[in-house]
């Protein structure tokens, strides 16, 4: 029985999928105006639509539209969704980009050239397919590389389009092209035509799912991290450290606590402005975070108060970290006023019910005691707690 698919079920199915998620990604582009990532996708989306629509009137409008504009404008499409992706992932550096580029260019001259020529259909089938299995293998490659399990399976769909693409290269040269060719009508086709729909839409939709996890995971960071510095902030150092003590506590391992602030920080914002100032919190944060091993904590309390955690570190070691902070300090650095800090520091073996706030109350007398002793240095908490 020989199935025949027309035109207007070739459009309703291909033209439905990109449509509907041009629409959705359109809407949320009012409000992301100035996402470099969505506007790729959003272009992307336009040509494969163009694309789909010129096949469709193959035959009925010249060759240099239905073939080589459609072919060309869906080549790019592709070019354009898988940098979306790549860049989605904070793969797509300026190297990369750069290269992209390239290969589309070059892709677009080469088919070009072949249709210039009029080469046969087989060899623009081949050659078209190689290309686009090559634009289609980054995303397998930044998908095996991701944390992210939805980054996972979206490099295995494509995956099976780079397959298929290479299958279709090479099947192009043995099957003959009255029933390789999807503008031949019959159960091939219809087949074709099917699964590439559900492949498109499944691929659309696994973009628009990975845009929202990655909403998801900058509102996660803006939720536990201090806007200006970095670091986490309060809340979130609290429950870190917290489940640190607890790790610490079971072991059992030492742990260092250090409270510290800038010295004459409100003279420094009278004196250079509070644009100086920021950038001196800024300085200061970069450099703890150089500082710091795998496991260590520190967040920022408010103003110019910072609290570090420093895991399985004794008095000695806690000690070197603190002198070489004040080093760094105090040689100066680039782009930032003179500036130095003073902290006070606390060496304990947690217990299981040892809250931060308890190191806090702890290390605050010796901060001070810092100050007093001249500031720009440390001093360590007496006592226990």
Known sequence: MEIYVNSTIITAVLFIGFLFTLIMVGSYGFTHKRDSTLNRFFLAK???IMAVSLMVFRGDIPDVLSIWLANIALYAGTS????ALVNLQGFLRPKMRLIYIYVTIIGIMGF????IFDSTEPVRIAYYSFLTAILLSPVCLVGFRS????????SLLYGVGVIFSIVRGFSSFFIPIQSFTLYNPGVLQLVVLLSFYVLSNLMNLAFLLLMKE???RELVVLANHDDLTGALNRRSFTQQAELILRQSAKKPAVVSYLLLDV????TINDTY???AGDQVLRDLSQTIRGLLDEGDLYGRY???EFGILLTGKNEDESDRFASTLCSLLNHGLPGSVPFHISMGILTVTPTSTMKVEALYAACDPALYEAKTNGRNGFHRAEGSI
Do not use: P, R
């Open 147 to 154: 944390s992210s399990l939805l980054m996972k399976v979206v």
């Open 112 to 115: 070009s050239i072949l249709f």
């Open 214 to 216: 990655n909403v998801d």
């Open 46 to 48: 336009c040509l494969q």
């Open 263 to 266: 010295d004459h920080f409100k």
């Open 302 to 304: 408010g103003g110019d």
């Open 273 to 275: 402005g509070h644009v």
């Open 80 to 83: 354009l969704e898988v940098a």
